[in-house]
């Protein structure tokens, strides 16, 4: 069956511009999480929804926000882009209802210039 | 507060020798217990996962793990490593509700 889908793959943004990626969990999947890796702070997690809903969330700033849909796709969005936004995003589906581990995407590598 | 520690930033091993990466996490209880690799510019893969049961777990690639509780450790080994395995590894500690928190990473360089 089909893995994690992420678009893009890549995108250069300059400061202050906003922008929204995008994730296809794996079919049956209901939970997304997205993450923030960086090469100084590692993986970050950012928030995790579940059936539409934000279950947790990380230690971000508002700039960042998410939402899921009905058929479990989630997007991602980040405003006013900063240089320090730059980073690999990783989004991961999960069955959702136990904690069996993450099969995550690929990751969208965005660049703030 | 959570924490999962992997002391080791980077290791190199000879392609054939046996590996181990090492993973300690703080918890009050027992956690959902996981090991991903990465390789360069993609995501994480699940190597392999300890919710409950036998503490020796097996995982794909060749890899295993074993849990200690009384060392809240989970580390990472393989017998005997080839070049393939070059990555970045990742441990990771998973509560309920699907919240993760992944340790630092290990860089793991093979060596012909």
């Known amino acids: 069956k089909a893995g994690v889908t992420q678009t893009p793959r890549y995108l250069i943004k300059t400061r202050g511009q906003q922008v929204t990626l995008s994730c296809s969990p794996i079919s049956g999947h209901r939970s997304v999480s997205w993450y923030q890796q960086t090469p100084g702070q590692g993986l970050q997690f950012l928030f995790e929804y579940f059936s539409e809903t934000q279950r947790n969330k990380g230690n971000f700033p508002g700039r960042f926000s998410g939402r899921q849909f009905s058929n479990s796709r989630s997007e991602m969005n980040v405003s006013t882009l900063e240089l320090g936004d730059s980073a690999l995003y990783l989004c991961?589906?999960?069955?959702?209802?136990?904690?069996?581990?993450?099969?995550f995407g690929s990751g969208t590598r965005l660049t703030v210039v | 507060a959570q924490s999962v520690t992997q002391p080791d930033i980077h290791i190199t091993v000879s392609e054939g020798a046996s590996l181990e990466l090492r993973c300690n996490y703080s918890?009050?209880?027992?956690?959902?217990l996981f090991w991903y690799v990465q390789s360069p510019g993609q995501g994480l893969q699940l190597l392999l996962k300890?919710?409950?049961?036998?503490?020796l777990v097996q995982g794909i690639k060749g890899f295993e793990a074993e849990f200690k509780r009384s060392q809240s450790s989970f580390n990472l080994r393989k017998p005997s490593v080839h070049w393939s395995d070059a990555a970045e590894y990742f441990c990771a500690v998973g509560y309920t509700g699907n919240q993760f928190y992944f340790g630092t990473g290990t860089s793991l360089t093979v060596i012909p």
């Open positions: 300890y919710f409950s049961g036998d503490t």
């Open positions: 991961a589906s999960s069955p959702g209802t136990e904690n069996y581990g993450y099969t």
């Open positions: 918890y009050g209880a027992t956690p959902y």
